[in-house]
């Protein structure tokens, strides 16, 4: 179970590993390293990200700095997701939260507008928007309902490509909703950026991420909704939901 040491918060350990491809806490020393720039994949593979003007808060990534004036991103490795992402299987989950969902912002994206699978804030206030992009801009996309500020959350975005090729978007352990089925090609060998502009397709954001996050994992298979209800409750109780 998840406890507060001297402050600082501990999740639990029990989440599925079946598959996991990367793995990043801000609740394990073994990679937040007392907020270093660079932060440690704990999956094994040793994936290790970089951060500039992120400021570590003992159990998470703070990119609400100075938002007018910074450039608060952390750039993870692309490791797995390359070639043609649309014949692929992929989850991603994160633990996250904002004092500010109005605007177009990124969250965190590999690619930007076109090849691209992430998530951003979308253009509906209070909510964010999780998807993949083809290489011709053409987006599936699942908006979440409305989110409430200052508050933690719970996402996971998967991606069947080796099935019925649709996204789904879960949150806080239950599925919001999913995407009609994929199609075109997909070809991005970037880094996957969190709290910069990037958007899945249309209008550039116009503002980069106002808040933080915890937890970011990757998984090279498609996590079915009870695991990842599995893994919402393994580490709600760190977040206070």
């Known amino acids: 179970m ?14 599925i590993r079946e598959n996991l491809y990367q793995y990043y806490s801000a609740l394990d020393p073994n990679s937040h390293v007392n907020g270093a720039s660079t932060i440690q994949d704990i999956s094994g593979r040793n994936e290790d990200a970089s951060s500039q003007d992120i400021t570590w808060r003992n159990y998470y990534w703070d990119f609400d700095v100075n938002p007018s004036t910074d450039t608060s991103q952390i750039d993870f490795p692309n490791a797995g997701m390359t070639g043609n992402i649309i014949a ?13 969902l109005t605007g177009i912002s990124g969250l965190g994206m590999l690619g930007n507008k076109t090849s691209s699978f992430g998530w951003d804030t979308g253009n509906t206030t209070n909510t ?18 409305t989110l409430s500020l200052n508050t933690w959350h719970h996402s996971v975005l998967t991606y069947n490509g080796t099935g019925d090729d649709k996204i789904r978007l879960y949150m806080n352990g239950s ?16 880094v996957i950026r969190f709290g910069a502009t990037r958007v899945l397709v249309g209008t550039q954001a116009s503002k980069r991420w106002v808040g933080g996050i915890a937890v970011f994992r990757i998984y090279d298979r498609t996590l079915d909704a009870d695991e990842v209800r599995y893994n919402y409750s393994c580490e709600r109780g760190a977040f206070g939901v």
Do not use: C, H, Y
């Open 175 to 190: 599925l919001t909703g999913e995407s009609g089925a994929a199609n075109g090609s997909f070809s991005e060998t970037n």
């Open 2 to 15: 998840p406890v507060d040491v001297g402050g600082i918060k501990i999740g639990g350990e029990m989440f």
């Open 128 to 145: 964010i928007r999780g998807g993949i992009a083809n290489s011709a801009g053409t987006a599936f996309t699942v908006t979440s309902g």
């Open 88 to 100: 692929q299987d992929w989850s991603w989950e994160i633990w996250f939260i904002s004092s500010n």
